[in-house]
């Protein structure tokens, strides 16, 4: 017969701290792990049924689905009661934990697996060592300045696939592009100025750089230079659309500040025979004179980035070519411009 495990539902001896921003699904595998048991036997010895599988989960999503485990106010407690962490630290430090829509009345301990409603990245190796004593991935819900790690120069990627298949590449070294770590620390500056305000500011300059990254001519130098030394020169073509935040990171922060300030130059208006104003300023801001195309530009350029602060207090979180909350999938490169080389024909051996 199979071996079963029976716990008390009393605090173990074994301590486990959750780290900050990881998945529910995370912390209990960790957990299970520290007992020597998976999670589903964990959640039978604590009295909580095996997890219900929600509709939206038979879906397919492809590779890198990402599933969490929801619990209700019962449950919570039972695992709170026995990892001897109070239920508040936990909550503070796992994003998900109060996911769950608790009914007014007392239920039963109940778990459920559902998509969850945003991306969730690998955190950083050498941070997770430290912290955890362990090498195994700690999954976690960054937000957008904790992407990158000043102390070990890594950037979290995410989840990549190519053509279908799973891509094991989920972080990129910075040590060769400082200025990145420069922009990021002016980033960090700006929203402190900025608040929640700077949202939108943000968001514009990251859907024209990604629009330009596409669409840049063959004179572009930097980008590419950026991104084989991301990519330590190897297949920098991959890198070019993988890491594609991290190598126009330095102008969208310097573009998003620029629109935020609302110089004059926002409201000029345009001269028959000549470039608008506007594209010029962001030309020589950026120097890169081939922004001066205004093909690159959406319509009616001028009145989107009307800014007003206080007037986008939505609250912080991803980028918006990063998270979609409605596809919790992973991101294809085919679908960033990137095609991978066709295999060459290998000639047979002479006999």
Not at 6 to 17: D, K, V
Not at 320 to 339: A, I, S, V, W
């Amino acid at each position: 017969m199979p071996r079963r495990h029976h716990l008390a539902p009393r605090a173990s001896i074994l301590r486990l701290a959750p780290v900050q921003w990881e998945t529910t699904v995370s912390y209990l595998q960790r957990l299970a792990s520290r007992h020597h048991l998976d999670t589903a036997e964990l959640l039978r010895g604590l009295g909580i049924p095996g997890p219900l599988l929600h509709p939206e989960c038979t879906r397919p999503h492809g590779p890198y689905t990402s599933i969490e485990l929801y619990l209700n106010p019962a449950s919570r407690s039972l695992i709170a009661d026995f990892a001897g962490i109070p239920e508040e630290h936990l909550a503070h430090a796992l994003p998900q934990w109060n996911g769950h829509r608790d009914k007014p009345h007392a239920a039963p301990p109940k778990a459920r697996l559902r998509l969850a409603p945003m991306h969730a990245v690998t955190g950083c190796p050498h941070c997770t060592l430290a912290r955890t004593g362990q090498t195994h991935p700690v999954p976690q819900y960054l937000p957008d300045t904790a992407l990158i790690c000043q102390r070990h120069s890594t950037w979290m990627l995410g989840r990549h696939t190519l053509a279908g298949t799973r891509l094991p590449i989920e972080h990129a070294s910075l040590r060769r592009a400082p200025e990145i770590l420069a922009a990021h620390r002016a980033h960090v500056r700006f929203l402190k100025r900025w608040g929640p305000a700077a949202d939108h500011a943000l968001a514009l300059a990251m859907n024209l750089t990604e629009t330009w990254r596409r669409n840049a001519p063959a004179d572009e130098r930097i980008w590419p230079a950026r991104a084989r030394r991301i990519g330590d020169n190897k297949r920098a073509r991959l890198w070019y659309a993988l890491a594609r935040e991290a190598i126009t990171y330095p102008e969208t922060i310097t573009l998003a500040q620029f629109l935020a300030h609302h110089p004059r130059t926002l409201h000029a208006r345009e001269r028959p025979g000549h470039a608008h104003p506007l594209h010029t300023a962001v030309a020589d801001l950026l120097g890169r004179p081939w922004l001066e195309n205004p093909a690159l530009y959406p319509d009616q350029f001028g009145n989107r980035i009307t800014y007003t602060v206080g007037r986008h207090p939505y609250p912080r979180s991803r980028w918006p070519y990063r998270h979609n909350p409605y596809d919790p999938g992973p991101t294809e490169l085919t679908k960033l411009g990137y095609q991978p080389p066709h295999p060459r024909a290998v000639p047979g051996k002479r006999r």
